[in-house]
C-alpha cells in the first residue's frame, strides 16, 4: 500500500486543514457534482510536483489557492502533504518506513517543498518518485481522456511511456543531465585553451 494519507489545507475547495486517510481496501470518493472529488486528485498530482496549471484545471498556478466564497475569506497559501508507505522500500533513497512529500506555494509565487519536513527542491521530489510508478508522470492517476492519449501518442511519445513503466527512465535522465555538464565542461576547455593559446 503506497498512499497512507493526504493533507490538504487552503488548496481549491479545502481552506481549513482536511486529514484523509486511505486504507489497504479501496477508497472511493463520492459526493455532488462540483463538491470537490477531482480536487482531491488535483491535490496528490500536485504535491507531486506538477507544474501545469493546465493540468490542474485553471489558469494560473494562483488558482490552485483557496480564493474564498460569500462566508470565507481567501487565504494566503495552499499546502498539499502525502504520506506514502515505504516499509517496502519503494523508494530506494530513504530509509524511513514513511515518506511525508509536502508543497505549499503563496499567492506571491513562492513555492516550498518538504521531504520528511525536510525543505528540499522540486528536483529532489521528482527523482523522489521517477521509476516508482508514482509521479506526475507515472501513470498511476489516470484522468479523462488519457488513455485515447496514450492510443493516438507518437512513436517516440509511447516509449517514454514504456521507460517510465520499466523503470529506466531515470538513467535516461541521468545521461541527459551528465550530457549537459559534459558539454559545458567542453566549452570551458575550449576557451581555456584560447587563454592558453592567447598568453603563449
Ligand atoms: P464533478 O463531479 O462535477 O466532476 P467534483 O466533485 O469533481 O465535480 P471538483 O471539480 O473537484 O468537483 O470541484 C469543483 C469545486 O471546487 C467548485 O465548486 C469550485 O468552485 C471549487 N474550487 C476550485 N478551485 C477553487 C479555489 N481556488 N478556491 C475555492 N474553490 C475552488
Known sequence: MYLKALEIQGFKAFPDKTVLQFGEDITAVVGPNGS?????????????????????????????IFSGTAQRAPVGFAQVTLVLDNTEHIFPSMEESEVAVTRRYYRSGESEYYINRQSVR????????????????????????????????????????????????????????????????????VRINDKIAELE
Do not use: P
Request: negative net charge.
Open 36 to 64: 470537490g472529488k477531482s480536487n482531491i486528485s488535483d491535490a496528490i498530482r500536485w504535491v507531486m510536483g506538477e507544474q501545469s496549471a493546465k493540468a490542474l484545471r485553471g489558469s494560473k498556478m494562483e488558482d490552485v
Open 122 to 189: 522540486l528536483k529532489d521530489v521528482t527523482e523522489l518518485f521517477l521509476d516508482t510508478g508514482l509521479g506526475k508522470e507515472g501513470y498511476s492517476i489516470i484522468g479523462q481522456g488519457k488513455i485515447d492519449e496514450i492510443l493516438s501518442a507518437k512513436s517516440g511519445e509511447r516509449r517514454e511511456i514504456f521507460e517510465e513503466a520499466a523503470g529506466i527512465s531515470k538513467f535516461r535522465h541521468r545521461k541527459e543531465e551528465s550530457e549537459r555538464k559534459l558539454e559545458r565542461t567542453e566549452e570551458n576547455l
